[in-house]
């Protein structure tokens, strides 16, 4: 028995074959190869006929319809509008994690002040403010490719 995708290839064979020996273009010709076109047809359905499985309903083809070719500034666009949503993703997730490790600091600089560590110990409120700016521009940044993308879209 046949597989599916061997039966949906006969078929695709079978609507190419008819849709060129119904064309106008194809019985303009002078030469009579149809008859061998013809006899391919009868031959696909034949076999399509007899290896069928129950319940298989051929697929709906809409060979009419030409290829859609996207022009070079769509493509550019689509370009942009990734590359846009690469980095303001990526800032994202620097700015959430900046936060976090922000947040992380502060406790640790409270938890030095409130033991009473000398002052030779690492300063962690510095390091602190340090990664709450980090997250401060990487929201920044992120906020800054959502609007280009938002401009760009309205074109």
């Known amino acids: ?9 006969l ?5 190419l074959i008819e849709e060129v020996t119904e ?3 194809f019985s303009e ?3 009579h190869p ?3 076109l013809h006899d391919s047809i009868q031959g696909v359905q034949e076999v399509l006929k007899n290896h069928y499985p129950c319940g298989y309903k ?3 083809l809409d060979l009419s319809r030409e290829p859609y070719i996207r022009s070079w500034h769509e493509k550019l666009s689509d370009y942009i509008f990734v590359g846009l949503g690469n980095v303001a993703g990526t800032a994202l997730i620097v700015a959430a994690l900046s936060a976090c490790i ?4 502060w406790g640790a600089s409270e938890i030095k002040g409130g033991m009473g560590y000398k002052k030779s110990a690492p300063d962690f409120a510095a390091s602190s403010q340090m990664y709450r700016g980090l997250a401060i521009s990487s929201l920044g940044l992120s906020l800054c490719c959502s609007v280009c993308a938002s401009v760009l879209a309205k074109k």
């Open 102 to 105: 922000s947040i992380v600091g």
């Open 29 to 31: 010709l002078n030469i």
């Open 23 to 25: 064309s106008p273009e």
């Open 34 to 36: 149809d008859v061998t």
């Open 58 to 60: 051929p697929p709906k």
């Open 1 to 9: 028995m046949l597989k599916y995708n061997q039966i949906q290839k």
């Open 11 to 15: 078929e695709i064979a079978k609507e």
